[in-house]
């Protein structure tokens, strides 16, 4: 066969970028077709197109019917089960194509609930597609639940890309709350930092960093601002580089993540990793991994985040240690990048 080929379709996204250059040495030839290449620094390997995936884009199936007429034969991988997913399984019709679906937490989880036209989308997509993957137990669940004929369902999260080699040493962790997550009111963010702002009154020496960006960041500085949080006790570094938010994990005590909804995240996994306590929101992915009061604790009421940060800051030190001994453990065995990238390849094998 020629030009046989991975065809991956997926937004221009830190994760879809990570899971690409993961694969690249394992695969000879890859297709990435995409909504923009701003930014993106490829392996050679790697051959990349740009399409308008909007659901309202009449033109889109054309388009990717032109491009993946080069390689007729080849495997389609495409990541999220929202208009990439519709607009490339319709293009394929009759063609001489397998494909795997990797479904992302919003899809399968936010997406069905706002309209009868996007869950019967995502009904679509999940029927249609040979393999669908999802990145936690939950996940494939609801996955089953909308599209019970799906015909092969795969539970299997990215993992995360480094992991240290030792249980992270709690007696260099600084007095730190860590929160990386994006800044939509998905993440409840703010409710972040109206819990830190009660907080610093019984425990002054604590600092908030918050990283990342997104359509509220403005809104959460000026609330912060308002609040009279001074520079030295929150601070807000924006999107970070994979070396620096290692640098912040290492340094953190506490990982809070508090979302309205959210599937397996990597930002707990990589936090858990290097020995941060987790405060996360009470959501079945993450009762996945963490046991109320064993190795982190569940927020049932984002409104009342200040007493579950105030509890774990009251922790023993020997609680901290079982805990990140722990997670440490759990990470190694179920989320390590390159073991969990060797199966997708085995899938595409």
Known sequence: MNNQAIILVGANSVHTLRY????????????????????????SNIVAHVINFSLYNLRARSQIAKIISNYEGSIIHIHQANSYAYHTLKAIKSKNFKTILTTWGS????????SYIFANMVKFNLANSDIVTSGSLYMSSKILELCPS?????????????????????????????????????????????????????????????????????????????????????????????????????????????PISDST????????????????????????????????????????????????????????????????NLIRQKSVFKDNIQKFISLYK
Not at 240 to 258: M, N, P, Q
């Open 20 to 43: 690409l250059v993961g694969i690249s040495p394992f695969v000879n030839n890859i297709v990435f077709i995409t909504n923009n290449t701003d930014g993106l620094e490829l392996p």
């Open 107 to 114: 899809d399968v989880l936010l997406l069905p609930k706002q």
């Open 150 to 258: 799906v015909k092969q369902l795969h539970t299997i999260n990215f993992g995360i890309q480094n992991i240290p080699a030792n249980v992270a040493d709690l007696s260099v962790k600084e007095n730190i709350i860590f929160s990386n997550r994006l800044h939509k009111p998905l993440y409840n963010i703010d409710k972040i930092i109206l819990a830190f702002d009660k907080l610093i009154n019984q425990h002054p020496d604590y600092k908030l960093v918050i990283a990342g960006s997104g359509s509220e960041t403005s809104i959460l500085k000026k609330l912060a601002k308002n609040l009279d949080l001074h520079e030295n006790q929150i601070i807000f570094t924006g999107m970070l580089d994979h070396e620096e938010l290692i640098k912040w994990y290492k340094k953190a005590k506490y990982f809070v993540s508090i």
């Open 265 to 328: 995240s990597m930002s707990l996994q990589e936090a858990l990793a290097y020995g941060c306590y987790p405060i996360v929101s009470n959501l079945p992915a993450n009762l996945e991994c963490i046991i109320n009061n064993i190795n982190g604790i569940i927020n049932q009421n984002p409104n009342n985040l200040c007493s579950d940060l105030v509890q774990a800051i009251n922790l023993p030190i020997e609680n901290l240690s079982y805990s990140s001994t722990f997670n440490y």
